[in-house]
T-cell receptor, first 113, second 119 residues
Framework: DAGVIQSPRHEVTEMGQEVTLRCKPISGHNSLFWYRQTMMRGLELLIYFNNNVPIDDSGMPEDRFSAKMPNASFSTLKIQPSEPRDSAVYFC???????????FGDGTRLSIL | AQTVTQSQPEMSVQEAETVTLSCTYDTSESDYYLFWYKQPPSRQMILVIRQEAYKQQNATENRFSVNFQKAAKSFSLKISDSQLGDAAMYFCAYSTPNAGGTSYGKLTFGQGTILTVHP
């Protein structure tokens, strides 16, 4: 069975550019989570959805970050404009329901120059 | 707010030996979940084991077992018969099933412990 699929695996771009990260959750999973991992702050939750509806976006750092889930099989995390401090590994995870174990994608390593 | 603390930044173990990774957490809730995730150099996040707070019995998954001490808010991971493939960063994590809780459904992670396995 396919796991959580994230794309791209790596992204390098210049500051000021728009960045879009993509995630396809495991089929049948109703909850989707976006996390960011940095050396300084560790793993932090940015936002999560249940049945395509955002439940908690309190972890989104600022207005430059936005996330959407237009349907049950796709979500995006967008940064516009990007800044060097946004450099991190971004993980998407999904779970069958909101309280079931989360399954993580392989992450996107984002580097903003 | 709930916090998760892993006090051991690094640990090492000889192949075939046993190692224990420590984790403590702080919460005022009575019902919650605790997890150990493994992150090898490939950077995948792999669920190792899960414990439900209302269960007194410690969870086990093959060579992995936990020592869950609810009163002490302690949740350690024991790896028996360590293998080279166990080398990774290990994260302890917390979530709550309570819809009113601030950690409802979402994982709060500790800082991680790097485990090295020596042949």
């Amino acid at each position: 069975d396919a796991g959580v699929i994230q794309s791209p695996r790596h992204e390098v771009t210049e500051m000021g550019q728009e960045v879009t990260l993509r995630c396809k959750p495991i089929s049948g999973h109703n909850s989707l989570f976006w996390y960011r991992q940095t050396m300084m702050r560790g793993l932090e939750l940015l936002i999560y959805f249940n049945n395509n509806v955002p439940i908690d976006d309190s972890g989104m750092p600022e207005d430059r970050f936005s996330a959407k889930m237009p349907n049950a099989s796709f979500s995006t995390l967008k940064i516009q404009p990007s800044e060097p401090r946004d450099s991190a590994v971004y993980f998407c995870a999904s779970s069958l329901t909101i309280n079931q174990p989360q399954h993580f994608g392989d992450g996107t390593r984002l580097s903003i120059l | 707010a709930q916090t998760v603390t892993q006090s051991q930044p690094e640990m090492s173990v000889q192949e075939a030996e046993t190692v224990t990774l420590s984790c403590t957490y702080d919460t005022s809730e009575s019902d919650y979940y605790l997890f150990w995730y493994k992150q090898p150099p490939s950077r995948q996040m792999i669920l190792v084991i899960r414990q439900e707070a209302y269960k007194q019995q410690n969870a086990t998954e093959n060579r992995f077992s936990v020592n869950f001490q609810k009163a002490a808010k302690s949740f350690s991971l024991k790896i028996s018969d360590s293998q080279l493939g166990d080398a990774a960063m290990y994260f302890c994590a917390y979530s709550t099933p309570n819809a009113g809780g601030t950690s409802y459904g979402k994982l709060t992670f500790g800082q991680g412990t790097i485990l090295t396995v020596h042949p």
